[in-house]
């Protein structure tokens, strides 16, 4: 469990011995993992505890930053923690799901050396990890799937064919991701200055057209039934990029999943991260405490 007091025991981690924070995080690499010819930037909070190292797989975003920035740090704070920046190829060549994956291996047999690791994907990063997970269970001491999917469906082509005929308009562009991301509380409930702050934190990190355009042709329905490991299948309820059937469907097609429902938009990382990270955080730390086919129950606000 997250506690200040376990906090405090680490001596490598993302957090001061006065209990500040780190800055900037996500920023600048603790070091690199080689593959395929490609140097992977790696962020490792390095903390030294008995549970299994968490892995984080980010989403369109394109960075571990862009995804992670508010709950990599609450995780660090009692748990190693590794995230990465996937690499896209040179000269806009097209990513496959397959080279996604790959990159998914080498981290975590970085990251593995103390044993099997609890892989979290959010988005893109739930698909790709899922797709690693149905391939390498062994690896995996358990996975977590937060607001994915396992195939592109014509709601979802819709707002990726505006997203790209955006691309020549970049404030619509930054308007039209802050309403498909955001839900209507969160964005109605922000003052001012922090309205200004994510608007402009959304125009500086515009998604990857490669990763986009990988969106559109997901299927991995098929490789689901080969998921062995203890799985979190979190939804969001105001989801309106990766819309509530999508989680639904994961967890009915995995076997041995668990279902998680956040009041959120897609963007949960940003609108509540607190109570994504303890959830993240509890599930790792006892993948088991909730029988498979249930319904984790709301805990935390």
């Known amino acids: 469990m997250v506690t200040k007091q ?72 009692t748990r190693r923690v590794v995230a990465f920046d996937l690499q896209l190829p040179a000269d806009d060549a097209e990513l496959t799901l397959a080279d996604a994956v790959d990159q998914v291996r080498a981290v975590v047999e970085h990251a593995a050396a103390d044993g099997p690791v609890a892989l979290v994907g959010y988005s893109f990063g739930a698909v790709v990890a899922a797709a690693y997970a149905s391939d390498r269970p062994d690896a995996l001491a358990s996975l977590s799937l937060v607001a994915g ?13 505006l997203w790209q005929r955006l691309q020549e308009d970049p404030e619509a562009l930054s308007r039209y991701t802050l309403l498909m991301a955001y839900s209507a509380g969160f964005v109605v409930g922000r003052n001012e200055r922090d309205w200004r702050e994510l608007q402009q934190a959304v125009a500086s990190r515009p998604f990857p057209p490669q990763i986009m355009r990988l969106n ?7 490789g689901l039934s080969r998921i062995e490991v203890p799985t979190l299948v979190v939804g969001c309820t105001h989801d309106a990029m990766v819309p509530l059937h999508h ?44 029988p498979a086919g249930a319904i984790v129950p709301v805990d935390h606000a």
């Open 216 to 222: 559109r042709d997901i299927d991995i329905a098929s």
């Open 149 to 161: 999917w396992s195939k592109t469906d014509r709601h979802q082509l819709l707002r990726n064919d």
């Open 247 to 290: 989680s639904r469907m994961l967890f009915g097609a995995v076997s041995d999943a668990r279902y998680l429902e956040i009041e959120s938009g897609h963007a949960v990382t940003v609108e509540r991260p607190a109570q994504l990270a303890v959830a993240i955080d509890d599930f790792t730390l006892d993948p088991h405490e909730h």
């Open 6 to 77: 376990d906090a405090e025991q680490q001596t490598r981690s993302a957090w001061h011995a006065d209990g500040t924070l780190r800055e900037p995080l996500l920023v600048t690499p603790s070091g690199h993992v080689q593959h395929a010819g490609r140097s992977i930037p790696v962020y490792d909070s390095g903390n030294e505890t008995t549970a299994p190292t968490i892995v984080l797989v980010h989403g369109s975003s394109g960075t571990a930053r862009g995804s992670f920035w508010a709950v990599y740090p609450i995780l660090s704070f």
